[in-house]
């Protein structure tokens, strides 16, 4: 075997090690998801929101001071109210879109195609928002435990994306497996604590209140007006944001997919409330305050953390575990999106509304291109806002929420259309639902976009211009293609320019090729040392002469520039011919090797790749 073989089939064992073994199509139907895999995938998104929807509430009611916290768990309440309206409506919709795709195939399909690519800006948007804030908040659960490590939050949060992403890559079997455990360990450790926090005090346990630091005891009180509260209520509706998930990925299901993703959604929406009213109502009842990042660029401890000080009277072991299983979920929380982004954006491609190779899977039936894309996006995100889950928060839930509200109005269209059994019913679930998003979204766009959503709100229409020129581009692309109409043309004259550096086997080869394809046949050798050239006269007389060698002197040694302008200067007297230019090209047997010559092959087709009517080959010599 040639050592390049055993170096390509080194990198084929590292990469299968890294990634796993390739999986066949035909094993599709064994990567779908049964139940107890599929809820930590697209459920812990929207679990791991309890770690920082409570804390949103709390660090917009501070605003009026700390006499306004006695409204978190009234606000919490109402966004749960909100919250299992718009889980109903969505089973509802993987009931009746059992093909996947959700908000967009919804909206698409019953309102139209621009508010389809608005549904699908905006959920996009959404995915990319929740890896960043979920891997935030992550981090800022370790650095609650060790304040240590708050400088580095954003290579921690680096870190975090390039593992999630490496998981995901090796397939969704494998990450469900990888992610269960934890997020049935956080779900287990939250409900815990939540229980002994409410009902602790039934059987002589008591939660010892927390103490505010000085400065927010001290606070001076202001008026509760009815913006501070809305600010509150926009904020903790980060709470919400993953439920859409599961109508994204349906397909993602073992059999039957809607009613195995309706029983996810319905499970999701019961633990998700249970939890987030818990903190809620500890965070309450024992006056626990959030002020935000602390001094200069440390981090402020979590509501999490001061939440299991409370309960657990500032026991260090539990305080740890919850921490500890809190940062695990929120950092694997970011893997709802790591499944439903690629799978969405291949719908996308399939449509023709992102570029093509998004819809392809990879070895491991992943779509991987998307998964990789999503990762440098959330990576510039997160490096933009120093890894901050303050900072991010404001731009959250503007696009989750245009995406419930244009599902819910596309499910009500499409009940007043196919009607069915039941369907006045089903009209009423989806038209609450929208009416409720609609409002909510108005208040969000209202009280958030000063404080930075309006990034998104812009951000949202560029994507989906994006979208509309992609489209373009490949209609055009179609229309050049079509074989309607077409008539052969007959094959034109052909002239062939082999570049000879010297004389040698490799070239040797190159001019046998040559002569076998067209009989105008000419070497061009670009002089860039002149001491060699009645050298390579003498050889290419003794083992080439039946063939014109051209001389291009090079003053200023420069390969690439005169190569292409006698290839333009021949494609201009030959108007008609095409102009096939042969690169001579050895190859050796060592990786290491090719660090050890002038790549110029690459540099020549680089120049030449946009000329019309020049065809470019490599012919290779073999150095084993």
């Known amino acids: ?4 073989s055993q170096f390509r089939l080194d990198w084929s064992f590292v990469r299968r090690l890294i990634f796993g073994s390739p ?20 459920a812990s998104d929207a679990l791991s929101s309890t770690a920082y929807a409570t804390q949103a509430i709390l660090l917009n009611l501070m605003l009026a001071g700390p006499h306004a916290l006695h409204l978190t768990l009234p606000i919490s309440i109402a966004i749960v109210v909100l919250l299992w309206i ?3 409506s969505y089973t509802q919709t993987v009931q009746a879109y059992s093909q996947g795709g959700g ?6 399909e019953n309102l139209g195609i621009n508010w389809g690519l608005l549904a699908a800006a905006a959920i996009l948007t959404d995915y990319v928002l929740t890896v960043a804030v ?3 908040a992550g981090v800022q659960q370790i650095t609650s435990f060790f304040p240590k490590l708050s400088p580095y939050q954003t290579e921690l949060a680096l870190g975090a994306i390039w593992f999630l992403t490496l998981a995901n890559l090796r397939g969704a079997k494998e990450s469900g497996l990888l992610f269960a455990f934890p997020t049935y360990f956080f779900v287990i450790t939250l409900l815990g604590t939540v229980a002994v926090g409410v009902f602790g005090p039934l059987f002589g346990y008591h939660p010892r209140p927390y103490t505010p630091p000085q400065e927010t005891a001290q606070q001076v009180a202001q008026v509760i007006g009815l913006g501070v509260i809305l600010r509150a209520f926009a904020s903790g509706c980060a709470a919400m944001t993953g439920i859409e998930a599961v109508a994204d990925g349906v397909q993602a299901f073992r059999p039957p997919e809607s009613k195995n993703a309706a029983q996810t959604l319905i499970a999701m929406g019961a633990i998700l409330s249970t939890i987030f009213l818990g903190i809620s109502y500890i965070a309450q009842k024992y006056h626990i305050v959030y002020t935000g990042h602390g001094e200069g660029d440390a981090s402020a401890e979590s509501v999490i953390s ?6 657990f009277h500032d026991d260090p072991l539990p305080r740890g575990i919850i921490l500890f299983a809190t940062a695990i979920i929120l950092l694997l929380a970011a893997n709802t999106a790591y499944a439903d982004f690629p799978r969405l954006s291949s719908i996308l491609a399939r449509h023709g509304y992102v570029p093509r190779q998004l819809a392809n899977l990879g070895d491991r039936l992943v779509f991987s291109n998307g998964i990789v894309l999503l990762a440098v996006f959330v990576s510039i995100l997160v490096v933009a806002f120093g890894a901050s889950v303050d900072r991010l928060i404001p731009l959250y839930a503007v696009g989750v929420f245009t995406a419930f509200t244009l599902s819910q109005a596309g499910m009500v269209r499409h009940w007043l259309q196919q009607k069915g059994k039941g369907w006045q019913w089903k009209a009423l679930v989806n038209g609450i639902g929208a009416v409720a998003t609609g409002i909510v979204l108005m208040v969000i766009i209202v009280e958030k976009g000063p404080q930075g959503a309006w990034v998104v709100i812009v951000v949202i229409p560029i994507i989906m211009w994006m979208f509309t020129q992609v489209k373009k581009h490949y209609e055009k692309v179609r229309a050049r293609l079509t074989l309607i109409g077409y008539t052969p043309e007959p094959l034109p004259p052909h002239t062939v320019l082999v570049l000879v550096s010297g004389v040698h086997r490799g070239v040797l080869s190159a001019l046998e090729y040559a002569r076998e394809i067209a009989r105008d046949c000419r070497a061009v050798h670009i002089e860039i040392n002149p001491a060699e050239t009645q050298r390579i006269k003498e050889l290419w007389e003794q083992w080439a002469g039946d063939m014109p060698l051209v001389i291009i002197e090079s003053p200023y040694r420069s390969l690439i520039g005169p190569v292409v302008e006698y290839v333009k200067q021949v494609r201009a007297e030959h108007s008609r011919h095409l102009i096939t230019v042969v690169v001579p090209e050895f190859v050796v047997t060592k990786w290491w090797e090719r660090f050890l010559h002038y790549n110029a092959a690459f540099l020549i087709k ?19």
């Not at 908000?103 to 698409?108: A, E, G, L, P």
């Not at 680089?606 to 084993?624: E, F, K, P, Q, S």
């Open 134 to 136: 979920s891997i935030t």
């Open 86 to 88: 718009v889980v109903i």
């Open 23 to 42: 999986l066949s199509t035909e094993q599709m139907m064994h990567q779908r998801l049964p139940k107890i895999l599929a809820l930590p995938i697209f």
């Open 606 to 624: 680089m120049a030449l790749g946009g000329l019309r009517g020049v065809v470019i080959t490599n012919v290779r010599y073999w150095l084993d």
């Open 103 to 108: 908000t967009y195939i919804v909206s698409r």
């Open 1 to 4: 075997m040639a050592k390049g």
């Open 306 to 311: 001061m939440v299991a000080r409370v309960v």
